[in-house]
């Protein structure tokens, strides 16, 4: 069936350090990919998007990257504070469809 | 914030009730879309609205359904009511076309089925 799935349900970092979130695909004909960042109580915030036709795109400290060889996506975010912590979703848009699948969440903890 | 909202943001409901969940998108959005997101797990896709018609639909019963009103407010109405549905139910609106596939949620309704 179709998922997105991510590797590590929870990640603990040092604030100041970089952190590295990854998810993996399954649908090989997914043309868009997006990062929602979701608090306690709030509805998914948009972080970052990429098309399948990029392999890498940069925000304000953070970047996604997209490796369709292996179905793959990361998210890293650069000197992590702790404002950061948060449930982080990627999900997929599979091509021709109106929907985004998302994976069942990262959480990341920043501590002082 | 995004400036969808939703209302009511809690809802305790008992099963076989039904329940009308309420969102207003974005300015200058004519889409919204539906989820479902139980707890600990990411969203799952109830369908969308555009042009006030459905416009996909994610594996869902159909006692769920919408409506999408000239202004592209929605409603999300579950009938028979069941405890499997209690969940945060999200709203997004967007606009349609490639390149508008960034999703603009709301902070969700909180329905507890008892």
Known sequence: GESVGLHLPTLSVQEGDNSIINCAYSNSASDYFIWYKQESGKGPQFIIDIR???DKRQGQRVTVLLNKTVKHLSLQI???QPGDSAVYFCAEKPGGYNKLIFGAGTRLAVHP | ???VTQSPTHLIKT???QVTLRCSSQSGHNTVSWYQQALGQGPQFIFQYYR???NG?????PRFSGLQFPNY???LNVNAL???DSALYLCASSVQGRGNEKLFFGSGTQLSVL
């Open chain 2, 82 to 84: 069941e405890l499997d």
């Open chain 2, 15 to 17: 099963r076989g009730q």
């Open chain 2, 57 to 61: 639909r994610g594996n869902f019963p």
């Open chain 1, 52 to 54: 399948s036709n990029m």
């Open chain 2, 1 to 3: 914030e995004t400036g």
């Open chain 2, 73 to 75: 407010s929605s409603e």
């Open chain 2, 52 to 54: 006030e018609e459905e």
């Open chain 1, 78 to 80: 650069a000197a992590t």
